[in-house]
Protein backbone atom coordinates (compact mmCIF):
# COMPACT_ATOMS: atom_id res chain seq x y z
CA UNK A 1 0.00 0.00 0.00
CA UNK A 2 1.17 3.60 -0.36
CA UNK A 3 -0.47 6.22 1.38
CA UNK A 4 0.28 10.20 -0.15
CA UNK A 5 -1.06 12.81 1.82
CA UNK A 6 -1.48 16.74 0.97
CA UNK A 7 1.72 16.69 -1.40
CA UNK A 8 2.69 20.12 -2.64
CA UNK A 9 5.36 21.75 -4.80
CA UNK A 10 6.16 24.65 -5.23
CA UNK A 11 8.53 26.00 -8.19
CA UNK A 12 11.54 28.33 -7.17
CA UNK A 13 9.36 31.27 -8.71
CA UNK A 14 6.51 29.97 -6.00
CA UNK A 15 3.83 28.58 -8.64
CA UNK A 16 2.16 25.78 -7.08
CA UNK A 17 3.44 22.49 -9.32
CA UNK A 18 1.28 20.40 -6.96
CA UNK A 19 -1.39 21.26 -4.96
CA UNK A 20 -2.52 18.94 -2.00
CA UNK A 21 -2.41 16.11 -3.41
CA UNK A 22 -4.01 12.48 -1.56
CA UNK A 23 -4.64 9.20 -2.86
CA UNK A 24 -4.43 5.72 -1.18
CA UNK A 25 -3.68 2.53 -3.79
CA UNK A 26 -3.74 -0.76 -2.48
CA UNK A 27 -2.54 -3.87 -3.71
CA UNK A 28 -5.26 -5.44 -6.25
CA UNK A 29 -5.18 -1.60 -7.58
CA UNK A 30 -4.30 -0.87 -11.24
CA UNK A 31 -4.38 3.20 -10.92
CA UNK A 32 -4.03 5.28 -14.34
CA UNK A 33 -2.93 9.01 -13.84
CA UNK A 34 -4.53 11.03 -16.68
CA UNK A 35 -4.21 14.25 -17.55
CA UNK A 36 -2.99 17.40 -19.59
CA UNK A 37 0.73 17.82 -20.98
CA UNK A 38 2.04 19.85 -18.11
CA UNK A 39 -0.73 18.99 -15.27
CA UNK A 40 2.16 17.74 -13.08
CA UNK A 41 1.61 13.98 -13.37
CA UNK A 42 5.01 12.86 -13.96
CA UNK A 43 6.22 15.21 -11.03
CA UNK A 44 3.52 13.08 -8.80
CA UNK A 45 4.87 9.85 -10.02
CA UNK A 46 8.60 11.04 -8.60
CA UNK A 47 7.50 11.78 -5.25
CA UNK A 48 6.82 8.61 -4.87
CA UNK A 49 10.24 7.10 -5.39
CA UNK A 50 12.03 10.53 -4.17
CA UNK A 51 13.32 11.46 -7.03
CA UNK A 52 11.50 15.12 -6.62
CA UNK A 53 11.05 15.69 -2.35
CA UNK A 54 7.93 17.53 -2.03
CA UNK A 55 7.79 20.92 0.17
CA UNK A 56 4.47 19.68 2.25
CA UNK A 57 3.11 16.10 2.29
CA UNK A 58 3.71 12.83 3.86
CA UNK A 59 3.91 9.46 2.10
CA UNK A 60 3.44 6.35 3.56
CA UNK A 61 4.77 3.46 1.73
CA UNK A 62 4.55 -0.23 2.72
CA UNK A 63 7.94 -1.64 1.99
CA UNK A 64 6.83 -5.15 3.33
CA UNK A 65 3.78 -6.07 4.84
CA UNK A 66 3.39 -4.03 8.32
CA UNK A 67 6.05 -1.87 7.57
CA UNK A 68 5.77 1.65 7.10
CA UNK A 69 8.08 4.54 5.79
CA UNK A 70 7.63 7.69 5.12
CA UNK A 71 9.24 8.94 2.11
CA UNK A 72 9.25 12.11 2.05
CA UNK A 73 11.35 12.31 5.11
CA UNK A 74 13.90 9.06 5.20
CA UNK A 75 17.42 9.58 5.07
CA UNK A 76 19.58 8.73 1.96
CA UNK A 77 20.43 5.05 3.35
CA UNK A 78 17.37 4.35 4.00
CA UNK A 79 16.06 5.85 0.71
CA UNK A 80 18.41 3.05 -0.89
CA UNK A 81 16.50 0.06 0.92
CA UNK A 82 12.99 1.76 -0.39
CA UNK A 83 13.71 2.30 -3.75
CA UNK A 84 15.05 -1.51 -4.05
CA UNK A 85 11.20 -1.84 -3.32
CA UNK A 86 9.55 0.07 -6.11
CA UNK A 87 9.54 -0.92 -9.84
CA UNK A 88 9.87 1.23 -12.42
CA UNK A 89 8.87 0.72 -16.09
CA UNK A 90 9.31 3.98 -18.34
CA UNK A 91 8.24 5.40 -22.10
CA UNK A 92 11.75 5.12 -23.15
CA UNK A 93 12.58 1.72 -21.31
CA UNK A 94 15.71 2.50 -19.82
CA UNK A 95 17.57 -0.74 -20.56
CA UNK A 96 21.59 -1.03 -21.04
CA UNK A 97 21.46 -1.37 -24.88
CA UNK A 98 24.71 -3.12 -25.19
CA UNK A 99 24.40 -5.57 -22.40
CA UNK A 100 21.69 -9.00 -23.03
CA UNK A 101 18.65 -9.15 -21.77
CA UNK A 102 18.86 -11.36 -19.29
CA UNK A 103 21.82 -8.83 -17.75
CA UNK A 104 18.85 -6.61 -17.83
CA UNK A 105 16.46 -8.34 -15.88
CA UNK A 106 19.64 -9.15 -13.36
CA UNK A 107 19.96 -5.55 -12.95
CA UNK A 108 16.96 -5.13 -11.18
CA UNK A 109 18.16 -6.47 -7.89
CA UNK A 110 21.42 -4.49 -8.26
CA UNK A 111 20.50 -2.46 -5.64
CA UNK A 112 20.62 -5.18 -3.04
CA UNK A 113 23.50 -7.17 -3.77
CA UNK A 114 26.87 -5.57 -2.93
CA UNK A 115 28.67 -3.43 -5.21
CA UNK A 116 31.45 -5.33 -5.82
CA UNK A 117 29.66 -8.36 -7.27
CA UNK A 118 27.38 -6.12 -8.87
CA UNK A 119 29.91 -4.13 -10.86
CA UNK A 120 31.28 -7.73 -12.03
CA UNK A 121 28.23 -9.02 -12.54
CA UNK A 122 28.53 -11.94 -9.67
CA UNK A 123 24.94 -13.63 -9.94
CA UNK A 124 24.14 -16.68 -8.74
CA UNK A 125 22.84 -19.42 -10.35
CA UNK A 126 19.68 -19.24 -8.26
CA UNK A 127 18.96 -15.95 -9.07
CA UNK A 128 19.95 -16.25 -13.25
CA UNK A 129 17.15 -19.04 -12.89
CA UNK A 130 14.90 -16.56 -11.38
CA UNK A 131 15.41 -13.84 -13.87
CA UNK A 132 14.77 -16.52 -16.73
CA UNK A 133 11.31 -17.40 -14.77
CA UNK A 134 11.08 -13.26 -15.10
CA UNK A 135 11.53 -12.99 -18.87
CA UNK A 136 9.19 -16.00 -19.43
CA UNK A 137 5.83 -13.70 -17.76
CA UNK A 138 6.55 -11.74 -20.38
CA UNK A 139 7.32 -14.33 -23.16
CA UNK A 140 10.67 -13.38 -23.73
CA UNK A 141 12.92 -16.33 -22.71
CA UNK A 142 13.96 -17.34 -26.34
CA UNK A 143 15.63 -14.30 -26.38
CA UNK A 144 18.17 -13.96 -22.98
CA UNK A 145 21.38 -13.61 -24.89
CA UNK A 146 20.41 -11.19 -27.22
CA UNK A 147 21.62 -7.52 -26.51
CA UNK A 148 18.88 -5.38 -25.88
CA UNK A 149 19.70 -3.12 -28.14
CA UNK A 150 18.11 -5.13 -31.29
CA UNK A 151 15.37 -5.72 -29.49
CA UNK A 152 11.63 -4.25 -31.35
CA UNK A 153 9.82 -1.58 -28.85
CA UNK A 154 7.69 -4.09 -27.78
CA UNK A 155 10.14 -6.36 -26.60
CA UNK A 156 12.22 -4.20 -24.85
CA UNK A 157 8.96 -2.49 -22.42
CA UNK A 158 8.68 -6.72 -22.32
CA UNK A 159 12.19 -6.95 -20.63
CA UNK A 160 11.46 -3.66 -18.71
CA UNK A 161 8.58 -5.28 -16.46
CA UNK A 162 10.61 -8.65 -16.74
CA UNK A 163 13.74 -6.12 -14.51
CA UNK A 164 10.75 -5.46 -12.66
CA UNK A 165 9.13 -8.65 -11.71
CA UNK A 166 12.40 -10.05 -10.91
CA UNK A 167 13.13 -6.83 -8.18
CA UNK A 168 10.03 -8.27 -6.24
CA UNK A 169 9.01 -4.73 -5.40
CA UNK A 170 6.38 -4.03 -3.47
CA UNK A 171 4.68 -0.95 -5.83
CA UNK A 172 5.66 -0.52 -9.18
CA UNK A 173 5.48 2.72 -11.28
CA UNK A 174 5.38 3.35 -15.04
CA UNK A 175 5.39 6.85 -16.69
CA UNK A 176 3.68 6.57 -19.97
CA UNK A 177 5.16 3.12 -20.74
CA UNK A 178 2.58 2.64 -23.93
CA UNK A 179 3.38 5.73 -25.58
CA UNK A 180 5.70 4.19 -27.62
CA UNK A 181 3.77 1.31 -28.95
CA UNK A 182 1.80 0.27 -31.82
CA UNK A 183 -1.95 -0.45 -30.85
CA UNK A 184 -1.75 -4.23 -30.39
CA UNK A 185 1.73 -3.91 -28.22
CA UNK A 186 0.08 -1.38 -26.40
CA UNK A 187 -2.03 -4.19 -25.33
CA UNK A 188 -0.14 -6.59 -24.14
CA UNK A 189 2.07 -4.72 -22.00
CA UNK A 190 -1.42 -3.27 -20.40
CA UNK A 191 -2.20 -6.66 -19.33
CA UNK A 192 1.17 -7.93 -18.41
CA UNK A 193 1.62 -4.33 -15.93
CA UNK A 194 -2.26 -4.97 -14.67
CA UNK A 195 -1.16 -8.85 -13.90
CA UNK A 196 1.40 -7.29 -11.52
CA UNK A 197 -1.64 -5.27 -9.60
CA UNK A 198 -2.62 -8.86 -8.45
CA UNK A 199 0.03 -8.76 -6.20
CA UNK A 200 0.99 -4.91 -5.48
CA UNK A 201 -0.57 -2.12 -5.82
CA UNK A 202 0.95 -0.81 -9.41
CA UNK A 203 0.45 3.32 -10.35
CA UNK A 204 0.81 4.43 -14.02
CA UNK A 205 1.00 7.56 -16.68
CA UNK A 206 -1.05 7.37 -19.33
CA UNK A 207 -2.37 9.93 -22.51
CA UNK A 208 -4.77 7.04 -23.68
CA UNK A 209 -8.01 7.30 -21.73
CA UNK A 210 -9.54 4.21 -23.48
CA UNK A 211 -6.73 1.95 -22.72
CA UNK A 212 -6.94 3.42 -18.63
CA UNK A 213 -10.79 1.98 -18.87
CA UNK A 214 -10.00 -0.78 -20.16
CA UNK A 215 -7.30 -1.76 -17.90
CA UNK A 216 -7.17 0.01 -15.30
CA UNK A 217 -9.34 -0.44 -11.83
CA UNK A 218 -9.14 3.38 -11.16
CA UNK A 219 -8.54 6.46 -12.89
CA UNK A 220 -6.91 9.56 -10.95
CA UNK A 221 -7.20 12.91 -13.12
CA UNK A 222 -4.57 15.35 -12.56
CA UNK A 223 -5.05 19.29 -13.86
CA UNK A 224 -2.52 22.03 -12.88
CA UNK A 225 -1.60 20.25 -10.10
CA UNK A 226 -4.30 19.37 -8.59
CA UNK A 227 -6.60 16.20 -8.71
CA UNK A 228 -9.77 17.02 -10.23
CA UNK A 229 -10.94 13.00 -10.26
CA UNK A 230 -10.63 9.99 -8.68
CA UNK A 231 -12.58 7.08 -9.53
CA UNK A 232 -14.08 4.61 -12.33
CA UNK A 233 -12.11 4.25 -14.86
CA UNK A 234 -14.75 4.73 -17.39
CA UNK A 235 -15.09 8.45 -18.03
CA UNK A 236 -17.63 10.31 -19.66
CA UNK A 237 -16.49 12.40 -22.82
CA UNK A 238 -17.81 15.67 -21.17
CA UNK A 239 -15.20 14.43 -18.28
CA UNK A 240 -12.81 14.09 -20.19
CA UNK A 241 -13.00 17.78 -21.90
CA UNK A 242 -12.79 19.04 -18.71
CA UNK A 243 -9.38 17.30 -17.87
CA UNK A 244 -7.66 17.93 -21.10
CA UNK A 245 -9.28 20.95 -22.88
CA UNK A 246 -8.38 21.36 -26.09
CA UNK A 247 -5.97 18.74 -25.78
CA UNK A 248 -8.71 16.20 -26.13
CA UNK A 249 -9.03 16.31 -30.23
CA UNK A 250 -5.26 15.56 -29.98
CA UNK A 251 -5.17 12.82 -28.20
CA UNK A 252 -4.55 9.45 -29.83
CA UNK A 253 -7.47 7.49 -28.80
CA UNK A 254 -6.89 3.38 -29.14
N1 LIG B 1 12.06 21.72 -11.63
C1 LIG B 1 11.01 22.39 -12.09
N2 LIG B 1 10.89 23.73 -11.91
C2 LIG B 1 9.83 24.40 -12.38
N3 LIG B 1 8.81 23.82 -13.05
C3 LIG B 1 8.87 22.50 -13.24
C4 LIG B 1 9.96 21.71 -12.78
N4 LIG B 1 9.75 20.43 -13.14
C5 LIG B 1 8.57 20.43 -13.79
N5 LIG B 1 8.04 21.66 -13.85
C6 LIG B 1 6.73 22.04 -14.45
O1 LIG B 1 5.72 21.37 -13.72
C7 LIG B 1 4.62 21.08 -14.58
C8 LIG B 1 4.25 19.62 -14.48
O2 LIG B 1 5.26 18.82 -15.09
P1 LIG B 1 5.10 17.25 -15.32
O3 LIG B 1 6.40 16.77 -15.88
O4 LIG B 1 4.61 16.61 -14.11
O5 LIG B 1 3.97 17.21 -16.45
P2 LIG B 1 3.18 15.97 -17.02
O6 LIG B 1 1.79 16.03 -16.51
O7 LIG B 1 3.93 14.72 -16.77
O8 LIG B 1 3.13 16.32 -18.58
P3 LIG B 1 3.44 15.42 -19.91
O9 LIG B 1 2.16 14.74 -20.22
O10 LIG B 1 3.77 16.45 -20.93
O11 LIG B 1 4.57 14.50 -19.59
C9 LIG B 1 5.05 21.53 -15.97
O12 LIG B 1 4.50 22.79 -16.22
C10 LIG B 1 6.56 21.60 -15.86
O13 LIG B 1 7.08 22.57 -16.75
MG1 LIG C 1 5.08 13.45 -17.95
Redesign the pocket.
Same mark, same amino acid.
Given at each position: MIEVQNIS?F???G?K??NNISFTVKKGEFVG?L =? %??? %? =???????TLNRL?TPDEGVINFEMSPGIFKNISSVSKKELRAIRQKIGVIFQGYHLIQRSTVLENVLIGRIGSISTLRSIFYGFTDKEAAEAMVALQEVNMAEFANQKVASLSGGEKQRVAIARAIFQNPSLVLA??PISNLDPSNAKLIMKLIKALSDQIPVIG?F?QPLMTAKYCTRVIA?KE?QIVYDGHPNLSEEQLLDIYGLELEQLQQF
Open positions: KSKSRLLI =G %ASG %A =GKTLTLRLDEVHIG
